[in-house]
């Protein structure tokens, strides 16, 4: 069974640097799309980046581009998403997901709990 469990998550000042993890067990994610999505009190959730686990090819959102930065670790089985720069509108709860290629997050089953992101101004 596929689990996704994200942590890193806190209380920043804006300017501040995070860097989640996400663990990820139950299978072997070759061939899988992982990404960070978040959702904001009152917001539905946004895509905020994506790697190919295999290829390791990247895509982030424009509102986090150049700040963010999507990696992973294939022998550890993790995902990061390291956060430069931030703002008191990335506050958001950040979710980890997991989906084969070529078929939208939105259809996957392959989602953890989420890690609360606060930034205060």
């Known amino acids: 069974q596929v689990q996704l469990v994200e942590s890193g998550g806190g209380l920043v000042q804006a300017g501040d640097s995070l860097t989640l993890s996400c663990a990820a067990s139950?299978?072997?994610?070759?061939?899988?799309?992982m990404g960070w999505f978040r959702q904001a009190p009152g917001k539905e959730r946004e895509f905020v980046a994506r790697?190919?686990?295999?290829?390791?090819?990247?895509s982030h959102a424009d509102s986090v581009k150049g700040r963010f930065t999507i990696s992973r670790d294939n022998a550890k089985s993790t995902l990061y998403l390291q956060m430069n720069s931030l703002k008191p509108e990335d506050t958001a709860t950040y979710y980890c997901?997991?989906?084969?290629?070529?078929?939208?997050?939105?259809?996957?089953?392959?989602w953890g709990r989420g890690t609360q992101v606060t930034v205060s101004s």
């Open positions: 997901a997991a989906t084969l290629r070529g078929v939208g997050f939105l259809a996957s089953d392959f």
């Open positions: 139950g299978r072997t994610f070759s061939g899988y799309v």
């Open positions: 790697i190919d686990w295999t290829l390791g090819l990247t």
